[in-house]
């Protein structure tokens, strides 16, 4: 460790986080992922480009020494584990167990159809891409599963931008996600433990798959309940926050890594498998996700997604009819399989191309998967090459897809859903389910067919399932009722403020609810789209916390909504479970 590659490691790491979060800006403008930033700075800086343009200074930016590779190597290795830690804080397996049926249905044939899809067209692949012809059963098994995995984190950034992602119809693809990345990261992590050099003998398999699907599951059920007890000492200790959740949090992160790696599967597992352990305990606040969200994001994953790049020549791997091949296969398998998913769920004929679009990009976890393939020698260049670019082109097309698959089936006058009798300007209550209960009242009132009760608890159990704090002191609780004759939305001001968990750590004081029919969700999406869109902007916020009339209020917020219609044509920035998007 001599001054010489000290300073090349700095420079290295402040090249590549610099481009590549100064290229996800520009990117963003025009609704891209991160992703494709960080891949494009990699391929510029590696041997793709500068190596060819410039082949004696990429040689000494990154040269070939072992000890110089392993400074950047080990930063890079650090940002894969927390952006799986990271990504199961993110999954709310919670509300997907919630709805495990439903969920698990569409989820089940997701992870079943592009396997069938991909294994036939993988087993027919020319032995020039394979790394040992003789292993082709294992390599089509492997790239098979590789293209069942959906890029969760891409597709909760897509739901955030057009505003779904805490609709019902939001709240069902993330479940449905979910339950398809633990399932898969489970086949993942049995099929590499096999393929590894751990478990070369075949009565020790058993062995490792008892004890993986074990770890999982304990971790689920008894390590949640632990660890929320664990945070709920600390809080009773008034230990320091956030630091000692982040503390507590990365601590288990390592732990599962540890447990994982002895069982003999990857470490990567336990990290995720740790994420979703510490996401589902109550006693960690959204404001302490987004802490670690945001450290994750900003320097961490940025570092080991451009590394990816640095990896392979691809213009030398690149293969056209072969990434052809492994994008058409795997975006065809996983729509196939959700489209199919929703409808044996007997999901509304009109969500289901919403649904099944939702699962296509591959996205992270595609590319993660396959550079753990790629180092344990079960794929080619060739072959990983092609999952990179499939991968980042179907991210790239999710957005676009999405909003011509939510094309509005209703198109209603949406101002008509807002009354001045339907606004509350001084809510009485103090706490939030006091205040739901509040709303429900009200809205019983508008509609003397509704059943305060049956509605409040509709609205509460909803609540728990995810919480609708958007950010910025608003709350968009909601729920669909099966005797409802058309939608009502009933609107609340609370001048003390109300802790709602919002991800920004700030009370709610302007709260909307909407009820609408329990088979209309096309109307939930598209009045909860409107509002959202609206009330991020902070002048008509300010607004509505001034007026003294309700008149006032709805004239402000239906000139707002006037303003922003769905589907919209820019997306704000991206964000993931509990962040402040809309």
């Known amino acids: 460790m001599d001054d010489h590659r000290v300073l090349l490691f700095l420079l290295q790491l402040l090249l590549l986080l610099g481009s590549a979060r100064g290229l996800g800006l520009v990117l963003a403008r025009y609704g891209q992922p991160a992703l494709t930033a960080e891949i494009l700075v990699g391929i510029l800086f590696g041997p793709t480009v500068l190596g060819r343009l410039w082949p004696a200074g990429q040689a000494w930016l990154f040269p070939c020494d072992a000890a110089q590779q392993s400074l950047l190597e080990a930063v890079a290795w650090l940002g894969l584990f927390f ?17 495990r049926r439903q969920a698990a249905l569409i989820s089940m044939c997701d992870l079943i159809i592009p396997i069938v899809v991909a294994f036939v067209p993988c087993m027919l692949l020319p032995a020039r891409f394979l790394v040992d012809p003789q292993q082709r059963v294992l390599f089509a098994v492997f790239t098979a599963t590789i293209m069942t995995i959906s890029a969760l984190p891409v597709t909760a950034r897509v739901l955030q931008d057009l505003y779904l992602y805490r609709t019902d119809v939001g709240l069902l693809i993330m479940g449905a996600l979910t339950i398809n990345d633990v399932a898969g990261w489970v086949v993942f992590a049995i099929i590499l433990g096999i393929a590894g050099e751990a478990f070369t003998q ?63 599967v990857h470490a990567l597992f336990g990290f995720f498998i740790a994420g979703i352990m510490a996401g589902e305990a109550r006693a960690l606040k959204e404001s302490t996700r987004q802490v670690i969200h945001q450290m994750v994001g900003a320097v961490l994953v940025p570092i080991f997604f451009t590394t990816v790049g640095l990896r392979v020549d691809f213009a030398r791997a690149f293969d056209v009819g072969l990434v052809g091949m492994l994008l058409g296969v795997g975006v065809a398998g996983r729509f196939l399989g959700a489209w199919i998913g929703s409808w044996v769920s007997r999901q509304p004929r009109s969500d289901w191309t919403l649904i099944a679009a939702a699962h296509t990009p591959g996205g992270e976890m595609q590319i993660v998967i396959g550079l753990m393939a790629l180092q344990f020698g079960v794929i080619s260049e060739h072959v990983y090459a092609a999952v990179v670019v499939s991968a980042l082109i179907s991210s790239m097309a999710l957005g676009p897809w999405m909003r011509w698959a939510l094309k509005p089936v209703w198109r209603p006058s949406i101002e008509a859903y807002f009354r001045a009798e339907a606004v509350i300007l001084e809510l009485a209550a103090r706490e939030r389910d ?22 409040s608890e509709a609205v509460v159990a909803r609540e728990a399932m995810m919480g609708t704090a958007l950010g910025g002191g608003i709350a968009v609780p909601h729920a669909r009722l099966a005797n409802l004759r058309q939608p009502l939305v009933v609107m609340g001001r609370a001048r003390h403020g109300i802790d709602w968990n919002a991800p920004d ?71 993931t479970r509990g962040e402040s998007a809309e």
């Open 434 to 455: 006091e205040a739901l209960r509040e709303l429900c009242r009200h809205a019983a009132s508008l509609d003397r067919t509704l059943d305060r009760g049956v509605v």
């Open 83 to 99: 952006f799986l830690l990271d990504t199961g804080l993110q999954t709310d397996f919670g509300a997907a167990w919630q709805q």
């Open 202 to 264: 075949v009565h020790q398999i058993p062995l490792m798959i008892v004890l993986t699907v074990g770890f999982a599951v304990s971790a689920l059920t008894f390590g949640r309940r632990l660890t929320n007890r664990l945070l709920e000492q600390c809080a009773r200790w008034s230990l320091p926050e956030p630091g000692t959740s982040l503390t507590l949090v990365c601590l288990l992160g390592l732990l599962g890594g540890a447990i994982t790696t002895w069982i003999g």
């Open 505 to 575: 750590g700030q009370p709610a004081d302007l709260l909307f609810l909407v009820l609408t029919h329990v088979d209309a969700s096309d109307q939930q999406i598209h009045l909860l789209g409107a509002i959202a869109k609206a009330v991020r902007h902070e002048e008509l916020r300010r607004r509505l916390r001034a007026v003294t009339t309700a008149q006032d209020f709805v004239r402000h917020l239906t000139a707002g909504m006037a303003e922003q219609r769905l589907p919209s044509s820019s997306a704000p920035h991206a964000h």
